[in-house]
């Protein structure tokens, strides 16, 4: 991705005297950092949040202001945060020493296997043929393949972490047997409803937030431009504008996003 002509481009739909940051996410809690929220529309609209869980950082070497790349210090970020003129896009650029990939991110229920709501265990998994083909295409086609997932069960206490990763074990060995191979899982056991105080916390690993993204594009060396995240609801349309989305409409959910539907079938045209 050109990361100029792509800031350049979005920042010159913002309004005048705007300040447009890229923004990480890491787990490492320094006292030392802010850490900032954004909204759907990529303004940014907290910048107080002390866990390093629940925000992203600002990457100051990437900085733009009415079309012009910028030096950016606390002054000018407090100060456009001040007019709710900062904006900030979840962003990994790869490092050009090492191996680039791009990646299919797939959702977990409803896509990998059926979505029964809230499954902790491994006889409640049915898993869907059909994505068994689309993973074992996605890796003849270079892509690696890395599961991306809400678990709000771990947080309501219908079951836990290890219980997820029971299921995900399960899932990759089901796959595997079908000579489909998914490189990594991620899930994300926060919401903000749990009564259990170490879950009960707004997250930016949660999605549509960018955060599960983020720590597998630093992980595999993903160029985010080149890949694609595969859901089948509103929620898997990550916040990150240049990640292409493809949503698989199921019985469970009834998609908004109606432009973003795609068949199964037809997915197998845009791995290329």
Request: aromatic share 12%; charged share 30%; glycine share 6%.
């Amino acid at each position: 991705m050109n990361i100029d002509k792509f800031f350049l481009d979005f920042g010159g739909k913002l309004e005048k005297d705007s300040v447009l940051v890229g923004l990480d996410f890491n787990l490492e809690n320094n006292d030392n950092d802010k850490f900032y929220s954004i909204d759907s529309d990529y303004r940014i609209v907290k910048n107080d949040i002390k866990n390093s869980l629940s925000g992203y950082s600002i990457l100051k070497e990437i900085a733009y202001k009415n079309n012009n790349k910028i030096n950016i210090d606390e002054e000018i970020i407090n100060k456009a945060f001040e007019k709710n003129l900062l904006f900030g896009i979840p962003l990994y650029i790869p490092n050009q020493n090492k191996k680039i990939n791009k990646a299919l991110f797939l959702d977990r229920d409803g896509i990998l296997m059926e979505d029964l709501g809230y499954v902790g265990s491994v006889d409640r998994v049915k898993i869907k043929k059909e994505f068994v083909d689309i993973v074992k295409y996605a890796k003849e086609k270079g892509f690696i393949t890395i599961v991306a997932t809400n678990q709000a069960g771990v947080s309501y206490g219908y079951y836990g972490e290890e219980e997820v990763q029971k299921v995900h074990k399960y899932i990759y060995e089901e796959y595997k047997k079908y000579g489909a191979s998914i490189d990594d899982f991620y899930y994300c056991p926060y919401h903000i409803k749990s009564e259990n105080k170490k879950y009960n916390i707004i997250s930016a690993m949660r999605k549509p937030e960018a955060g599960m993204h983020l720590l597998a594009a630093k992980k595999y060396n993903i160029d985010l431009s080149e890949s694609f995240m595969i859901g089948d609801r509103d929620t898997d349309i990550i916040k990150i504008p240049y990640l292409k989305t493809l949503l698989i409409e199921t019985p469970a959910y009834k998609i908004i996003n109606r432009e973003k539907i795609v068949e199964t079938k037809d997915i197998y045209s845009y791995l290329k």
